[in-house]
């Protein structure tokens, strides 16, 4: 058995037959826009964590001195 019951002599007959529709040259191609939006989706992942660890960072520090000015006025 190979992955999810479907045998490696019939992946390789489903690779060839695609190769055959498709070319190698195409399919190089389709590899490589793959890969591209592959690469992009990475990218906007960890773009968006440092956004967020950003607004994290800010809203800590916006209530940090939210509790300095309470206890400023708690104090006067």
């Known amino acids: 058995?190979?992955?999810?019951?479907v045998?490696?002599?019939s992946l390789l007959i489903v690779?060839?037959?695609?190769m055959l529709?498709?070319?190698t040259k195409r399919l190089r191609s389709i590899g490589g826009d793959l890969g591209g939006a592959l690469?992009?989706?990475?990218?906007?992942?960890?773009?968006?964590?440092?956004?967020?660890?950003?607004?994290?960072?800010?809203?800590?520090?916006d209530l940090q001195h939210s509790r300095t000015h309470q206890n400023d006025k708690a104090v006067s």
């Open 7 to 9: 045998s490696i002599g």
């Open 15 to 18: 690779l060839v037959i695609v």
């Open 21 to 23: 529709l498709f070319g």
């Open 39 to 61: 690469s992009g989706f990475k990218k906007a992942v960890r773009d968006g964590e440092e956004s967020r660890d950003a607004l994290a960072i800010d809203v800590e520090t």
């Open 1 to 5: 058995m190979g992955i999810g019951g």
